[in-house]
């Protein structure tokens, strides 16, 4: 997510809304990411590293192929908060996998994705 951001971000113009608004989505992603590592760092879970650089779903040549990128990596997220809420031992946990698919939902949506009857639904 982190990687993907930071390419659709440097193919907006720098003082437009969506690159702005890009640039606070990044940002969270980013605190959700750290989150997540102490999440499972806690619950003495493996943390794979992050990969290195690989081909997007998008390539993004311009701001409307960058907001596409991000619309795709969203909606990618989904199913797997989806299974985390499944799975979610406890009431905190459930909160926080329902607040993580919420969040995918409704950024995914804002970069123009359709709402599906159940997000987070594996297909």
């Given at each position: 997510?982190?990687?993907?951001?930071?390419?659709?971000?440097?193919?907006?113009?720098?003082?437009?809304?969506?690159?702005?608004?890009?640039e606070?989505?990044?940002?969270?992603?980013?605190?959700?990411?750290?989150?997540?590592?102490?999440?499972?760092r806690?619950?003495?879970?493996?943390?794979?590293?992050?990969?290195?650089?690989?081909?997007?779903?998008?390539?993004?040549?311009?701001?409307?192929?960058?907001?596409?990128?991000?619309?795709?990596?969203?909606?990618?997220?989904?199913?797997?908060?989806?299974?985390?809420?499944?799975?979610a031992?406890?009431?905190?946990?459930?909160?926080?996998?329902?607040?993580?698919?919420?969040?995918?939902?409704?950024?995914?949506?804002?970069?123009?994705?359709?709402?599906?009857?159940?997000?987070?639904?594996?297909?």
């Amino acid at each position: 997510m982190v990687y993907g951001y930071q390419l659709a971000i440097g193919k907006m113009k720098l003082l437009s809304t969506a690159r702005t608004r890009a640039e606070h989505e990044l940002l969270a992603e980013r605190i959700f990411r750290d989150r997540l590592i102490a999440w499972l760092r806690k619950r003495s879970a493996e943390v794979p590293a992050a990969e290195p650089a690989y081909v997007p779903s998008v390539v993004p040549h311009n701001a409307a192929t960058a907001g596409r990128l991000i619309m795709r990596m969203q909606t990618a997220l989904q199913p797997f908060c989806g299974l985390w809420l499944a799975a979610a031992p406890s009431q905190a946990d459930r909160q926080q996998a329902l607040g993580a698919l919420g969040s995918a939902v409704k950024t995914a949506r804002s970069w123009g994705a359709p709402l599906d009857a159940w997000p987070g639904w594996s297909s």
